[in-house]
């Protein structure tokens, strides 16, 4: 007698709670990753996938290293290797940016072996033409183009249309914030304006540089955008930032209509936008206490504007400076910007180049 067969039923079939979201409400999940590399993991995992990444319209792009002209290994600019003191000379002769493997193996579900983002060249302009729709783009340099001394903190941010709009430069040396009577004890004596020393030690000197290497790594992020914003007519708002948080170069709806209507004045001697006549105020403070314990020392706000910048009218046009200076940086620097615009003005005027 055989032994009974145990009867067991069969097994539910797996039911893929996904299916059941509307294509809509699956795009806005995939909008939520942004990360280039993460929604090309995505667009691998099926053909419906497939078909919405594309669709995505906030979009955020991070760039591992950067290739000159030459596409010699050894000129790559590597986060892994040490940071170049003067990484602007570089930007000058850039070609190329170069993303590290972020589809490197994946290919359509439909078995065509065909790559689901064409990197031939690793470029960014190539992977953003597989996005139809961005309106909201960010790309991330592997690191800020000014080189400065070190433990010197230097942040800028500029606002472009077809050419330059507004640009605030904050610089100075963070130090631990001291009880009285220690090394770091502010000036006793600060009536609000440059102490002598500042004239004649290199520190205004030492701001110019700053300013002028700030314009030029601005002006050269400017002119790297052209094929992106030509690619994308759907395009809101443009950051193009660093790892480092040193520099960010804004681009708002109105400044993108303002680059594609216009014609770009770029410079004759480099691979960058021409930077305008402009004028400048200068604050500055020897010791600016900040929240949180720290302090800078030799605190600098420069705020730049084209000189002939008279488009929205000289009331309008300074409210919106001011709006744009006030917002530029997070904590704890955007209490120094504040502090610092209370500090004597000292105006400066620049040549175009």
Known sequence: ?????????DPAPEFDQFDCLPDPVVQLILNKLEDVRSLGRCAAVSKRFSALVPLVSDVYLKI????ATDGEADDALNLSSAKPQNIISHFFKLMLFTIVKPFHSMHHPNGTGRPLFPLAQHSPVHVLRNFKDVWNLRVELPSGDVGTEEGVLLKWRAEY?????NCVILGGTPVDRKPVGSEHEPPVEDNGSMPESFYTNGGLKLRVVWTISSLIAASTRHYLLRSIISDHPTLRSLVLADADGQGALYMGMEQLREFRENNLSTSACFNRTQVPACSMKL??????????????QGATLVVIKPSNDGSCGGHSSRKETEAFVSSAFDEPFRFAVKALMKR????????GF
Do not use: C, F, Q, W
């Open 1 to 9: 007698m055989h032994p009974r067969a145990r009867i067991h039923a």
């Open 161 to 165: 249309g077809s050419t330059l709009r």
């Open 283 to 296: 604050k500055y403070a020897p010791y600016l206490e900040l929240p949180g314990g720290l302090a800078l």
């Open 344 to 351: 004597r003005t000292y105006l400066l005027e620049m040549n």
């Open 64 to 67: 591992d290293r950067v290739l």
